[in-house]
């Protein structure tokens, strides 16, 4: 079946521009993480939304980031006034209800210049 | 929270030598200890995992190990391939249902 999906795959935008990433979970999928990789780093936790449970935003940076998810469908994680320390790969990630195992998505590529 | 502390960060070894990458974790509290690879240019993928009331799991040429007490658990992979080549983070979770702390990872570069 289809797997977890990102887009876009690579994002240039100017510092202090606005930035929407979008994630399309695998279909059934109730959990939804994403994650920050940057240039030879580990992933680091940002969010997680589990159902209609409140998200557990505790990873989030600054209050430049917020994500959203519509019911157990797509999710949108928004930068805003982007810097360039936000430069990264944002990696989604889904997992089954039951399941410990997370799929991941390709990732974004963001470069903000 | 918990913190997650993963050695070496590189290891080079010759094509069917073992490579054994090991993690250290904060929280007694965690008790789910998956391993992702990560190939280049690619999406991480879980390859094992381990859960708090065993102390090994094996897989074919892959295995990992848990000490509870030492709160630390480790990669085996045996007979490596250059296939093997990517880069592996472990991960801790106090439940595998909520979220991961992941190492910062270690590239395992296998030569022919």
């Known amino acids: 079946g289809a797997g977890v999906s990102q887009s876009p795959s690579n994002k240039v935008t100017e510092k202090g521009k606005d930035v929407e990433l979008r994630c399309d979970p695998i279909?059934?999928?109730?959990?939804l993480y994403w994650y920050r990789q940057r240039l030879g780093q580990g992933l680091e936790f940002l969010i997680y939304?589990?159902?209609?449970?409140?998200?557990?935003k505790s990873g989030l940076p600054s209050d430049r980031f917020s994500a959203e998810r519509t019911g157990e469908s797509v999710s949108t994680l928004t930068i805003q006034r982007t810097q360039q320390e936000d430069s990264a790969v944002y990696l989604c990630?889904?997992?089954?209800?039951?399941?410990?195992?997370?799929?991941f998505g390709p990732g974004t590529r963001l470069t903000v210049t | 929270g918990e913190n997650v502390e993963q050695h070496p960060s590189t290891l080079s070894v010759q094509e069917g030598d073992s490579a054994v990458i090991k993690c250290t974790y904060s929280d007694s509290a965690s008790n789910y200890f998956p391993w992702y690879k990560q190939e280049l240019g690619k999406r991480p993928q879980l390859i094992i995992d381990i859960r708090s009331n065993v102390g090994e799991k094996k897989d074919q040429r892959i295995a990992v190990t848990l000490n509870k007490t030492a709160k630390h658990f480790s990669l085996h992979i045996t007979e490596t391939q250059p296939e093997d080549s990517a880069v592996y983070f472990c991960?801790?979770?106090?439940?595998?249902?909520?979220?991961?702390?992941f190492g910062k990872g270690t590239m395992l570069l296998v030569s022919p």
């Open positions: 991960a801790a979770s106090d439940s595998g249902y909520s979220t991961l702390t």
């Open positions: 990630a889904s997992r089954d209800t039951w399941a410990y195992e997370q799929y």
């Open positions: 279909s059934g999928h109730t959990a």
């Open positions: 939304f589990q159902g209609n449970s409140a998200p557990d």
